[in-house]
C-alpha cells in the first residue's frame, strides 16, 4: 500500500467517528477536559503541588494541557519517555523509577544536562552510588528517597531507612537530595501520612530539608488532601479514567474519556458475538476484572476471551437487542494507559466528530 493511499483512510478533522476503520481508541475531548479542570481544581484548593504521570497519555500536546490548566511539572516513568517530553520543551520532570546500570546512566546525564529541573528516585545505597559514580562531576542530579507506605512495590521499608538513606545522599558527590517520594497503596492516607511525618521529623533533627513530598495515585486521588506531609500528587489515569477507575469510585462512566471502537465481525451463535479487537486493541491487563471491558449499551455483555486479533462477547444475559454483524461498538478498557501504549496515534473527538489526530510520541519507549 502506498503512503499516499495510507494518508487518505488515516482518520482526518472532520471525519465521523461512526465511519473510521476499527479498532481504535477514541478520545472525548469535553470529557478529558472536565477531567483535567475537575483534578486541577481539588489540588488547588487543598494547596497541593500537582505532578500529572504522562505513561496514561504519552502525548506532550496532552501534557502542554495539563500544566495550562495549573499542573507543576510532569512525572515519567522511564528516561526515553522523559526525552520525548524533553525534546517537547519540559523542563520540571520527575522519573520514578530506579535508574541502574551506565547505559542507562549516560542518557540520564546527558537529559540532566539539557533541562532545568530532572529529578530521580532511589531506595537502596546501590542505586545511590551508582548514580553518585556517574555524576560526582558534572551538573549535579536531584534524587528523591522512594518509600514503600504499603504498596508493595519499590520502596524503603521504615522511615529511618529513608532518613538513613537521605543522609546517604546528602553526602554523595554530584547528588543532592530532593525530598520523599511513594507509590501507596489505595485509601491509605493515615498509613502514608505516618510515615511521612516520622520520615520528616528524622530529616529535621539532623537538619535535612525535604523541598519535596510526593504522593501518588488515580484511585485514592480525592484523599491526597488528608497526607498533610505530602505537598505533592501525581496521578495520571485520571485523564482518561477507565473501567478500573469507575470501579474505585473516582469516576462514573460519564467521565471516562477513552472507548475503545471496535467493529463486530462474527456471530457465530445468538449467544456469542466477535469483535474486531483482541489483545492487541483491549489489552490482556485484567487488574482484577474477571472480563475485557465494558461494552457501552450492552450492560450484560460480558467480554470473555482474548486473542491477538479477536475478542469473544458473551451475550446470553442481554435482554433486549444485540449487537449484528458490522455494528460498531463502544469498549471502556480496564486500564487505559497500556492501550496508549499499542497505537501510534490517537484520535479526538466532540461529539462524534474528530477533531484532531496526535502522534503517540513515547509509545514504545520503556526503558
Known sequence: MTRDIVSEISPKPGDRIDDLSTPRPIIDEDRMTANITRVQSYMDAHGLNFRPHIKTHKIPALASAQVAAGAKGINCQKITEAEVFADAGFEDILITFNIIGPEKLVRLAALNNCIAGLKVVADSTATVNGLSAH??????????????????????????????????????????????????????????????????????????????????????????????????HRAGTYIYNDRSMVRAGHCGEDDCAMHILATVVSCPTPDRAVIDAGSKALTSDLLGFSDYGAVVGYPEAVITNLSEEHGVIDLSKCSGSRPAIGDKILIIPNHTCVVSNLFDRMVFHRDGIVTRVEDVAARGLVW
Do not use: W
Open 135 to 232: 555524576f560526582a562531576t558534572g551538573k549535579a542530579l536531584t534524587v528523591l528517597v522512594e518509600c514503600d507506605t504499603g504498596g508493595g512495590r519499590c520502596g524503603v521499608q521504615l522511615p529511618q531507612e529513608a532518613a538513613a538513606l537521605a543522609r546517604h545522599i546528602v553526602g554523595k558527590r554530584g547528588l543532592t537530595f530532593g525530598g520523599l517520594m511513594t507509590y501507596p497503596k489505595p485509601n491509605s492516607a493515615a498509613a502514608i501520612q505516618a510515615f511521612l511525618a516520622e520520615t520528616i521529623t528524622l530529616l529535621k533533627r539532623d537538619g535535612i530539608e525535604c523541598p519535596i513530598v510526593s504522593s501518588g495515585g488515580t484511585p485514592s486521588l480525592y484523599e491526597a488532601h488528608l497526607v498533610t506531609a505530602a505537598n505533592e
